[in-house]
């Protein structure tokens, strides 16, 4: 048995870059979480002295 980790696609004669599921999930996932913690630190209140 073997794992399908590369895929490739094609559209009509366009043929799509292949890439690695895994590390697209990684990038993804890296790029959410610094996305959500722009907006939580822009969502903090001021604290008042």
Do not use: E, T
């Not at 292949?18 to 959410?32: G, H, P, R, W, Y």
């Not at 959500?36 to 822009?42: D, I, V």
Request: proline share 6%; net charge positive; charged share 10%.
């Amino acid at each position: 048995g073997s794992v399908v980790d590369f895929l490739h696609f094609y559209i009509q004669q366009y043929a799509w870059p292949s890439f690695n599921v895994a590390d697209s999930c990684i990038c993804i996932a890296a790029a959410l979480f610094a996305l959500m913690s722009f907006r939580r630190a822009q969502a903090a209140p001021q604290k008042l002295p």
